[in-house]
T-cell receptor
Framework: DAGITQSPRHKVTETGTPVTLRCHQT?????MYWYRQDPGHGLRLIHY???????DKGEVSDGYSVSRSKTEDFLLTLESATSSQTSVYFC???????????FGDGTRLSIL | GQQLNQSPQSMFIQEGEDVSMNCTSS?????WLWYKQDPGEGPVLLIA?????ELTSNGRLTAQFGITRKDSFLNISASIPSDVGIYFC????????????FGGGTRLMVKP
C-alpha cells in the first residue's frame, strides 16, 4: 500500500458539468500523476506534477486541468465534462530517487 | 506519441501451464516495467528492468529487457487461478517526469 487515496471512487454526472477528482497521498512523494484507462488503450498520462505548484502536460491533456497546492493533494478537473471523458482515472506517485510508479485504486467516472 | 504493442490481447489457459507475453515498441526505452491489475484495483508493479539483456525473476514470474531496448517479455510458470488479471507492460525514458508509456494489456484467464 503506497498510501494513495482517490476520491470519489465512483461518479456519474451530466455533460457540461464541472468535475474534480482528488488524489491524496500520505508519504510525501514528490511526483504525482493522473492517468485515464480505456479499453484497448492501457493507461494514458493526462498530467503530472513534480512539486507543489509544478505541473506539466501528458499525452492526453486536452479538456483537463490540474492543481497541486500542497504536497499531499493532486486535483484533476474537467471544466466542462464530455461523454468522451467517461473513463477510469488512476492517480500514481513516485519518489524522486525511484523509477517506480505506484497506483491508487481508481475513480470510475461516467458522463451521460 | 510512442506506441507499445502488447500481445497477446487475451489468453485462456489451463492451470499449471506456462504463459508468455511480450511488448514491442517503435522506440527505445531505458526502463521496462510490468504491472498486474485485478478487477476494481489499480495496477501493481511486478518487475522492473533497467538494462538491455537483463533477466529478472520474481517468484514464478520472469521478465527480460530486450537487447534492442525496444521490447520486453514476461513469462509466468505453472500458472494458478490467482494469476488471473490484466498484465501491462510500460516503457520509461529518463526524461522530465519519467513518464510511462503503457501497452494495451494482456487479459489472462486460468481454468482450474
Amino acid at each position: 500500500d503506497a498510501g494513495i487515496t482517490q476520491s470519489p471512487r465512483h461518479k456519474v454526472t451530466e455533460t457540461g458539468t464541472p468535475v474534480t477528482l482528488r488524489c491524496h497521498q500520505t508519504e510525501n512523494h514528490r511526483y504525482m500523476y493522473w492517468y485515464r484507462q480505456d479499453p484497448g488503450h492501457g493507461l494514458r498520462l493526462i498530467h503530472y506534477s513534480y512539486g507543489v505548484k509544478d505541473t506539466d502536460k501528458g499525452e492526453v491533456s486536452d479538456g483537463y486541468s490540474v492543481s497541486r497546492s500542497k504536497t499531499e493533494d493532486f486535483l484533476l478537473t474537467l471544466e466542462s465534462a464530455t461523454s468522451s471523458q467517461t473513463s477510469v482515472y488512476f492517480c500514481a506517485i513516485r519518489d524522486a530517487g525511484s523509477d517506480r510508479q505506484h497506483f491508487g485504486d481508481g475513480t470510475r467516472l461516467s458522463i451521460l | 506519441g510512442q506506441q507499445l504493442n502488447q500481445s497477446p490481447q487475451s489468453m485462456f489457459i489451463q492451470e499449471g501451464e506456462d504463459v508468455s507475453m511480450n511488448c514491442t515498441s517503435s522506440s527505445i526505452f531505458n526502463t521496462w516495467l510490468w504491472y498486474k491489475q485485478d478487477p476494481g484495483e489499480g495496477p501493481v508493479l511486478l518487475i522492473a528492468l533497467y538494462k538491455a539483456g537483463e533477466l529478472t525473476s520474481n517468484g514464478r514470474l520472469t521478465a527480460q529487457f530486450g537487447i534492442t531496448r525496444k521490447d520486453s517479455f514476461l513469462n509466468i510458470s505453472a500458472s494458478i487461478p490467482s494469476d488471473v488479471g490484466i498484465y501491462f507492460c510500460a516503457g520509461q525514458l529518463n526524461n522530465a517526469g519519467n513518464m510511462l508509456t503503457f501497452g494495451g494489456g494482456t487479459r489472462l484467464m486460468v481454468k482450474p
